[in-house]
Nanobody, 122 residues
Framework: QVRLVESGGGLVQAGDSLRLSCAAS????????TGWFRQAPGKEREFVAH?????????IYADSVKGRFTISRDNAKNTLYLQMNDLKPEDTAVYYC??????????????WGQGTQVTVSS
């Protein structure tokens, strides 16, 4: 089992920055990839960013956040980050981190956090 806990959300103005954190605990040695997703009110959950967890620097971003958001990790702290710059009102959503683990469903995120709210005012 892997537990993921997000933090760092809040209310900011357009153009501001926020850094989200996702602390992983439990069988973290099974994690091989992580990602960030978001869900705005009345919309489907959407992909934001993806990163390998250890050994490698493979990252993928949604077009809507490319150049503004950066995914990173601190393996010593078992923590995933999402640095969000130049925030826009359309970035308003609940943000979730997720993990892919060895032995889980292939190509699926097997564990999810509870989410953290990000609200961007215009």
């Amino acid at each position: 089992q892997v537990r993921l806990v997000e933090s760092g959300g809040g209310l900011v103005q357009a153009g501001d920055s926020l850094r989200l954190s996702c602390a992983a605990s439990g069988r973290t040695f099974n994690i091989y990839a992580t990602g960030w997703f978001r869900q705005a009110p009345g919309k489907e959950r959407e992909f934001v960013a993806h990163s390998s967890w250890s050994g490698g620097s493979s990252t993928i971003y949604a077009d809507s956040v490319k150049g503004r958001f950066t995914i990173s990790r601190d393996n010593a702290k078992n923590t995933l980050y999402l640095q969000m710059n130049d925030l826009k009102p359309e970035d308003t959503a609940v943000y979730y981190c997720a993990a892919q683990v060895v032995g889980g469903q292939p190509n699926e995120y097997n564990y999810w956090g509870q989410g953290t709210q990000v609200t961007v005012s215009s």
